[in-house]
């Protein structure tokens, strides 16, 4: 199972981005999603995260300016960035924990995406 990031960008502050992250792979299904983010010299923090019935949570820092989603069907989660902050200038990661059904039993996997750079200037 594979994830691919797409979105990341420049934008100025005060304005907005959406990351995208899809998954492709064989036979699986993803019970929780989530974004992270990575500053220079620092270790990856918790953005959001939303399960897969729909229930979200997200770090004091962005509550009220980010907004995680999910598509089931597709496998693709959202990352809605509004009133952005320079504060906000990180490397952006996609988190999953599929569940393999491709082989003769059950894989439970966590898998990360490549990273997007978000950058805001102000």
């Known amino acids: 199972v594979q994830l691919v990031e797409s979105g990341g960008g420049l934008a100025q502050a005060g304005g907005s981005l959406r990351l995208s992250c899809a998954a492709s792979g064989s036979t699986f299904s993803i019970n929780n999603m989530a974004w992270y983010r990575q500053f220079p010299g620092k270790q990856r923090e918790l953005v959001a995260a939303i399960t897969r019935g729909g229930s979200t949570s997200y770090a004091d820092s962005v509550k009220g300016r980010f907004t995680i989603s999910r598509d089931n069907a597709k496998n693709t989660v959202y990352l809605q960035m509004n009133s952005l902050k320079p504060e906000d200038t990180a490397v952006y990661y996609c988190?999953?924990?599929?569940?393999?059904?491709?082989?003769?039993?059950?894989?439970?996997?966590?898998?990360w995406g490549q990273g997007t750079l978000v950058t805001v200037s102000s």
């Open positions: 988190n999953a924990d599929p569940t393999d059904y491709s082989g003769s039993y059950p894989r439970y996997l966590e898998v």
